[in-house]
C-alpha cells in the first residue's frame, strides 16, 4: 500500500499534504479572484459560465459547492434560485467569499468549514454536488468522490470542473512554457507568492488524466458519467449521476 501522495511533484505523507494545501490557500485567498483573472486572461470566468450552465440549478434545489471558497460558482448558482451550501476545507477561503457575497447582497447561501473527505452531512440531502478547482488538491480523491456519491440524492447529479491534460499539439507545449514558467512568476508579482503558484501548476500535472479520472467517478458508483474537455482538454467537465 502507497503511503505516500503528490505535493505537485513531490510524494508526500498524506497528513503533510492536507497541512501544506492548508497553507498554500490561506497565502493565497485575498488575491485569489485577481489571479486567476491574470492567469486565464480572465477565462476562468467563461468557464464557470459554462459550468454552471451544465449543472442546471433550479430554484428551491439544494446544492453543496465543495471547495467553494470565494464563491464563484455557488454566486452563478444561487442567483438561478438554487439554495447553495458552500463547503471548503479552508477557512481562509470561505471568509473572502462571505465578504464578497455580503458586498454583493447575496442571501440563500450556508457557508461550512467542511474537509471533502470527510463530509459532516448525512446521506442523500442534497440535489447536486458541484466541485470547480478543487478535485486535485484533495489528498485522497476517491474518498471525496465516495462523499460525494453518499451525500446526493438519489436522482442527484455529481459535477466537476477541473483542468486536465492538454491533448492539442503545439498548444500543450506552449502551455507548459507558460504555466511553468510565467504562473509563478505572476504570483510573486500580484499574489507575492511564487512558490504557491508553483504548486498549483505542478499539481495539475499530477491529476489523472481525463479518461483515467472518469473511471475514478464511475468507481465511486456513478452513472452515466460524461466528459466535455474545454480547448484541448485544458480543462474539462466531468459529470455524473446517482441513480
Known amino acids: ?29 485575498a488575491k485569489y479572484d485577481i489571479m486567476n483573472d491574470a492567469m486565464s486572461g480572465g477565462m476562468h470566468r467563461l468557464w464557470k459560465d459554462r459550468f454552471v450552465a451544465r449543472v442546471k440549478p433550479q430554484p428551491g ?14 454566486f452563478r448558482m444561487v442567483e438561478r434560485g438554487a439554495e447553495v451550501t458552500v ?3 479552508n477557512q481562509d477561503m470561505l471568509d ?4 464578497r457575497a455580503l458586498d454583493r447582497g447575496l442571501t440563500g447561501l450556508a457557508w461550512s468549514c467542511q474537509n471533502a473527505e470527510v463530509l459532516s452531512y448525512p446521506a442523500r440531502i442534497f440535489d447536486a454536488y458541484t ?15 465516495a462523499e460525494a456519491h453518499r451525500v446526493l ?4 447529479r455529481f459535477f466537476c470542473l477541473e483542468f486536465s ?6 498548444f500543450k507545449q506552449a502551455y507548459d512554457l507558460y504555466s511553468h514558467k510565467l504562473v509563478p512568476q505572476l504570483g510573486k508579482a500580484i499574489a507575492g507568492d511564487e512558490e504557491s503558484y508553483r504548486y498549483l501548476v ?42
Open 87 to 89: 463547503a471548503d476545507i
Open 96 to 99: 473572502v467569499g462571505i465578504e
Open 202 to 243: 505542478e499539481s495539475i500535472r499530477r491529476f489523472p488524466p481525463m479518461p483515467e479520472f472518469e473511471s475514478m467517478i464511475r468507481a465511486a458508483g456513478f452513472t452515466q458519467t460524461r466528459v466535455e474537455p474545454i480547448l484541448g482538454g485544458l480543462v474539462a467537465i466531468h459529470s455524473g449521476w446517482k441513480t
Open 153 to 156: 440524492k438519489f436522482g442527484g
Open 131 to 145: 466541485i470547480a478547482f478543487g478535485i486535485r488538491n484533495v489528498t485522497h480523491i476517491d474518498r471525496a468522490l
Open 165 to 170: 491534460t492538454v491533448e492539442w499539439p503545439g
Open 61 to 74: 434545489e439544494a446544492i453543496l459547492d465543495m471547495a467553494g471558497g470565494t464563491g464563484d460558482i455557488a
Open 1 to 29: 500500500m502507497n503511503d505516500t501522495v503528490s505535493f505537485g511533484y513531490e510524494d508526500v505523507a498524506p497528513d503533510e499534504k492536507t497541512e501544506r494545501v492548508g497553507a498554500v490557500f490561506s497565502n493565497v485567498a
